[in-house]
């Protein structure tokens, strides 16, 4: 299930408490239907850690600010405090709700399938602004050059620009001639590196990605500095970071990012891929 849109929020930022003195925050008498209350030795982190609660319990948080007016570094626990109450934090709590009426669900799942915007009259759902559906095109392959028979990993990118690129794997099920083919499609997200935190998240940067701190084994696995991994993956190019996840989900299993792979048979592979494979008997690869 896809995380739930948020589409009205607000941000509460409470300043300094022992964790003793803090009543709480919640969203009865109002519209809200969530919130969650972060701490920190600041208010910024506080409300990165609220954040962080929220995107745990379901709630897609790219739409929600990175750093809203009122809440930043200098918002402080003083020293002296620090010295005398060890329990002593900043408080920021969000409170979140998602579409309420039919019409808001729809026009949210619309909008996540087929990015635009949609307006509903009360009586019609109407698209305002159409979506830029991608147009994909394969750009290499990094599998086997026979990848029906022994696994492919094309790499593809959206020549609207408007999507990140993408990889797909294809896997034979068994050693079988005549085997199906499982199929998983994985999002290139371009990563950055800032004060020794890999992300993959471009709105909150200081939350790691699922594999940054396990990221050494993946290079001591392959023999790889950790260096060049952290530099692929931040590359502005898609073929770096398609061999760069191909390291971390050969390394920690495929299943962490496309648990629900497809199946197609043999035919139906070669109809799906007849352009790949063209380029690849045209490549000589």
Known sequence: MSDQKITEFEILNHGLYHCAEFQGCGVAFTDYTDVATGIGDNAREAYDDALEQLAWGGWDVSSLPTRPRGINAKDRVPASVHREMVEAHIYVSVRVRGPKTLAERIAATLADVAPGVYRWDGRTLTCIKAPNLPIWRCIANLGDRNPLDHGGLFVYVDKTGTYPPETERIEPVSDDDNSA???????????????????????????????????????????????????????????????????VLDYFGWDNVDSYPFTVTRSEARRRYRNELRHIRRAGR
């Open 181 to 247: 083919l499982e199929i998983r499609r994985v999002v290139l997200n371009r990563c950055t590196f800032t004060d020794g935190v890999l992300s993959d998240n471009p709105y909150h940067p200081t939350l790691p990605a699922w594999y940054a701190r396990e990221l050494v084994r993946v290079a001591e696995s392959f023999g790889e500095p950790l260096d060049d991994y952290h530099s692929a993956l931040c590359s502005e190019h898609p073929l770096p970071r398609a061999k760069a996840m191909r390291d």
